[in-house]
């Protein structure tokens, strides 16, 4: 199945320092950023076995899992939660949005006698400190980091349009096929 990415600018090699450090996002279907005729869409078509479906990441092989342990225990150590939930996190089976207010709900109805409650509320002050759209979009590079560690090139993750891929093809530029509208 082709795969296709929109860039403003003619790519000619891919460089490892964006939001997303080696990856492109791709969609299922051709689009365009916007209607300036100076957009260039390309098309890439991946092997079966390139891709990894990020909510597939909680079911991993121990074997498997401890290739991308490191990236887990970096994101419960910036996120201040549990591995369990870092790897959710990565997985994209939960959102920082629903985890924030989540949180928040359970926080507002706690017992501030509970004991539970200070590391709970510990967690809610830092966690309303950060910019989640980012931090959705740092998860989605890690995502990415994790797919590359279990040998993939890219990571299907799920978004507000369905399924996007993100695809790391540094060294790979060649395999990107000029589309033309």
Avoid: C
Avoid at 15 to 36: A, D, I, T
């Amino acid at each position: 199945m082709p795969l296709y990415h929109t860039s403003p600018e003619e790519i000619k090699k891919i460089h490892g320092n964006g939001r997303f450090r080696p990856g492109l996002f791709f969609s299922s279907e051709p689009y365009y950023m916007s209607q300036k005729q100076d957009t260039h869409l390309y098309e890439y078509e991946p092997e079966d076995d390139e891709i990894i479906d990020a909510s597939s990441f909680p079911y991993l092989e121990q074997d498997e899992y401890k290739k991308i342990q490191h990236i887990v225990k970096d994101a419960m150590n910036h996120m201040g939660v549990d591995e369990e939930t870092a790897l959710e996190f990565i997985s994209q089976n939960k959102n920082p949005e629903s985890f924030y207010n989540d949180l928040e709900n359970e926080i507002n109805s706690m017992d501030e006698e509970d004991e539970s409650y200070p590391k709970k509320k510990q967690v809610y002050n830092a966690w309303s400190k950060k910019d989640l759209g980012e931090l959705g979009w740092d998860l989605q590079r890690e995502a990415l980091k994790a797919a590359n560690f279990l040998g993939k090139k890219g990571v299907a993750l799920p978004d507000e349009t369905g399924i996007s891929y993100l695809i790391n093809l540094i060294g790979n530029e060649h395999k990107l096929k000029k589309h033309e509208k």
